[in-house]
C-alpha cells in the first residue's frame, strides 16, 4: 500500500506559479514505481501532466506543459513535486499525485490550483 498526500495548491494570479507537494508514505518506492502528476478540470477527464521513475532519471511531460512545469523528487524525504511557473486560467484543476508499479496506481486526494485572469 501506498499513500499520497498533496498540498501546496491555491488561487494564484495568470502568470504566477505555485510548488505543489506530495508526500509518499506506506511501502517504499523502488526502480519498479512511475510517480507523476495527474489533473481534472471541471467537467473534464483526468489528463497527465508530467511523470518520471522514482529512481531518477528522464522526465515525460504532456504537450500543454510546453516547458512552464516541473517535476522532481527527494527520495530522502519521499517527496515528489511540481513546480507551476507561468500559469494560465486554463490549468485550473485539481491536481493529483500517483504511483505506479505494473497494474497497480495509487492516487492522492488532490490539491485545487486555479488560476484567475
Known amino acids: 500500500q501506498v499513500q499520497l498526500v498533496e498540498s501546496g495548491g491555491g488561487l494564484v494570479q495568470a502568470g504566477g506559479s505555485l510548488r505543489l507537494s506530495c508526500a509518499v508514505s506506506?511501502?517504499?518506492?523502488?526502480?519498479?514505481?512511475?510517480v507523476g502528476w495527474y489533473r481534472q478540470a471541471p467537467g473534464k477527464e483526468r489528463e497527465f501532466v508530467a511523470r518520471?521513475?522514482?529512481?531518477?532519471?528522464?522526465?515525460y511531460y504532456a504537450d500543454f506543459v510546453k516547458g512552464r512545469f516541473t517535476i522532481s523528487r527527494d527520495n530522502a524525504r519521499n517527496m515528489l513535486y511540481l513546480q507551476l511557473n507561468s500559469l494560465k486560467p486554463e490549468d485550473t484543476a485539481i491536481y493529483y499525485c500517483?504511483?505506479?508499479?505494473?497494474?497497480?496506481?495509487?492516487w492522492g486526494q488532490g490539491t485545487q490550483v486555479t488560476v484567475s485572469s
Open positions: 518520471m521513475r522514482w529512481s531518477g532519471g528522464s522526465t
Open positions: 500517483n504511483t505506479r508499479r505494473g497494474s497497480l496506481d495509487y
Open positions: 506506506g511501502r517504499t518506492l523502488s526502480i519498479y514505481d512511475m
